[in-house]
């Protein structure tokens, strides 16, 4: 961890209120810790919306595995976006709906397109991308 700073923050009592309830629930020791993991995230998410920003990531997808050519057209996809697909996680959810998480690594852009495509293929019933993280300097 960094240097740290200390600085102050007013808002509405009731936001406060609020804020500290949401502390309680999620198990966070003190405000700082949340507020710290509140802000990594927005801006975390906030990449989404810069193309050029190099991020890591997820897709997930729900989809009917019986329907025709959906399974060999969302491998074709992957495989055309390999370079970006670090690990894939695929779960039988019942006997006909599968749950796919795909973990992703690249320029925003490019990982956009890549869950556009997957997400309209016909058959997806379900599907959202979400930056987890900026890529870190190594």
């Not at 009917?64 to 060999?72: A, S, T, Y």
């Not at 495989?79 to 599968?98: E, K, P, Q």
């Amino acid at each position: 961890m960094g240097n740290l700073v200390r600085f102050g923050i007013s808002m509405e009592a009731g936001l406060l209120r609020d804020f500290d309830e949401f502390i309680k629930k999620k198990g966070f020791k003190n405000r700082s810790q949340a507020i710290a993991q509140c802000l990594r995230d927005y801006l975390s998410q906030a990449l989404e919306t810069i193309p050029e920003a190099v991020v890591t990531g997820i897709i997930i997808l729900v989809y009917n595995h019986e329907k025709r050519d959906l399974v060999d057209t969302l491998i074709d996809l992957q495989h055309a976006f390999v370079g970006n697909i670090i690990s894939t996680l695929h779960v039988h959810l019942d006997h006909h709906h599968c749950l796919e998480i795909i973990v992703v690594k690249g320029k925003t852009s490019d990982l956009k397109e890549l869950a556009n495509k997957l997400i309209s293929v016909k058959g997806v019933k379900q599907g959202c991308f979400r930056v987890v993280s900026p890529v870190q300097d190594e």
